[in-house]
């Protein structure tokens, strides 16, 4: 494959960050003798990353994961949820276009007053 090249070539610069959080706690209650561990994990891990050149041509994108679980004495998974959702936005000279894609429940993502904006910028040409 042939890739023309411009007159000049142009500088750029790539800028890629990842924040990962975890957040782990444990309730133990014992109720008629009976000890009872509870234990809720939370892990949320975002990417970003920045390319652009000194032109103003860019490419970003972000993308993030969720889950969370709560186990009952080690045994018993009293809830599991697992959620994604990732952004990408291109600029070049003549064009622009962002696309999101996401699978966070509304109440989570979006205001709640907001239910009828489901993804509408999905693969938009702004």
């Known amino acids: ?4 090249r411009t007159s000049r070539p142009s500088n750029m610069w790539k800028k890629y960050e990842i924040t990962i ?3 782990i706690i444990i309730t133990t209650t014992v109720e008629n003798g009976v000890r009872k561990v509870l234990t809720e994990s939370d892990r949320c891990q975002n990417e970003v990353t920045h390319i652009e050149n000194e032109r103003g041509m860019f490419a970003h994108r ?8 709560e186990k009952l004495d080690d045994d018993e998974m009293a809830l599991s949820l697992r959620a994604t959702e990732e952004y990408i ?4 000279e003549y064009d622009e276009y962002e696309y999101i ?14 239910d009828d904006s489901d993804d509408s910028r999905e693969g938009s040409v702004v």
């Open 101 to 114: 894609h996401t699978d966070i429940p509304n109440s989570e993502a979006r205001n709640s007053d907001d």
């Open 1 to 4: 494959m042939y890739l023309a």
């Open 21 to 23: 959080n975890d957040k």
């Open 62 to 69: 972000e993308y993030s994961q969720q889950e969370q679980t």
């Open 89 to 92: 936005h291109l600029k070049n």
